[in-house]
């Protein structure tokens, strides 16, 4: 049995559902703990105003009993808070009448899956796509990613991680230590492990705020005590890596993946980027970590390192360009409550999505149907 998981729900629908399978039975499950990871999602300078209405808190279903897994499959619920002014808009069942305020969208959204959505699905109201391609979606792999962390504690890996540039701030990617990490206080505005960098990107949201604009960044997930092993290079489907890059690929508004320094190593010579090994006594180690914990789709026991690199948000409060797909005419593009900027809560989604990861890769290792 591998670790994995399935979401379902709507932005403003009634609740986001998901489902987790291959928990070992005996895992202890800390709902307080998956709460925790679900209001970390919510927090960071530059959100909008539904961080204010909803205050996320699961319930779990099923596959638990007296605060441990049970083996079968874990089912939890998250209530959308706000659908009490969504019924009629959002119901499941036909209505006899069209409601007052329908909320129809025709306005596609440059940059939003509403247009192509629509197209694919032959749609004449973008709401269809944009409720399920909200980012609304990943409070429920936040807290799937919240029981795979759970899983992964019991070895002693801690993931964790920070903000390294949002918009142009800073002009270099910041590069920090475990122990930096480690150490940015819960308080944080943005996340980030240097406070003079924290105050440029402040001021960067705030601008962006006035202009009617919104900014992205780029955020790293850092893995700390891994097994050497994970993964494998004899498939392309089992080298981590490649599954690595489409978890965090798949995570909304998620444009572009790294793993340790492998942009910057393309333009390097060899002798510069390749890290050396050595072995002191006990066990191999290695002097740099440019590859970023992972040869040939394989742990090597060094942290592992992966930035997703975040597009500024798709909802503008200054419109851009669009066109009305019933008229044809050219209109301002649909305006949704939205954020400045969501970029340290995409860390944290990251943290979820590479903890499922590395969760089903320690079952797909080391197997065993429980604790």
């Known amino acids: 049995m591998f670790f994995k998981f399935t979401t379902a729900g709507e932005s403003h629908g009634k609740a986001l559902v998901a489902i ?31 961080m204010k209405i909803e205050t996320d808190t699961v319930e779990i279903l099923s596959g638990v009993r007296h605060g441990k897994a049970l083996g079968s499959p874990i089912a939890l619920t998250i209530e959308n808070k706000d ?48 409720e399920r391609a909200s980012a609304r979606e990943t409070a429920a792999r936040v807290a799937c990613g919240a029981i795979a962390k759970q899983l992964l504690a019991a070895f002693g ?85 490649g599954r690595i890059a489409r978890a965090i690929m798949s995570i909304h508004a998620i444009k572009a993946v790294e793993i ?19 072995h002191n006594g006990e066990t191999f180690n290695r002097s ?14 060094e942290e592992l390192r992966v930035r997703g690199y975040m597009k500024p948000i798709s909802t503008l409060r200054k419109p851009l360009h669009s066109v009305d797909i019933d008229t044809k005419e050219a209109s301002d593009a649909a305006f949704e409550r939205s954020d400045i900027t969501a970029v340290p809560a995409a860390g944290v989604i990251g943290e979820a999505m590479l903890a499922i990861v590395l969760a089903n890769s320690m079952r797909e290792k080391f197997g065993g149907d429980s604790r």
């Open 20 to 50: 987790v399978e291959g928990v070992p039975a005996g895992l202890p499950i800390d709902i307080a703990a998956i709460n925790h990871e679900l209001w970390r999602r919510q927090q960071g300078y530059g959100r909008g105003g539904r």
């Open 83 to 130: 659908f009490v002014h969504w019924q009629d808009v959002m119901s499941s069942e036909e209505l006899d009448e069209q409601p007052k305020n329908p909320r129809l969208v025709t306005r596609p959204r440059p940059g939003h899956a509403d247009l192509a959505g629509g197209q694919k699905y032959q749609t004449r109201d973008l709401r269809d796509i944009l």
């Open 157 to 241: 890996i801690e993931i964790k991680s920070h903000v390294v540039k949002l918009g142009t701030h800073p002009e270099h990617l910041l590069e920090k230590t475990w122990e930096e990490i480690a150490s940015i206080p819960k308080d944080s505005p943005l996340n980030c492990a240097d406070a003079d960098a924290e105050q440029e990107m402040i001021a960067a949201i705030d601008k962006a705020k006035t202009d009617g604009d919104t900014l992205g960044g780029v955020i790293e997930v850092v893995a700390k005590g891994l097994p050497v092993g994970l993964g494998s290079h004899t498939s392309w489907e089992d080298k981590l890596d």
């Open 260 to 278: 340790g320094d492998g942009v910057a190593n393309a333009g390097r010579r060899g002798s510069e980027v390749h890290d050396e090994i050595f």
């Open 288 to 301: 740099t970590n440019r590859a970023g914990g992972l040869e040939g789709g394989i742990t090597n026991g």
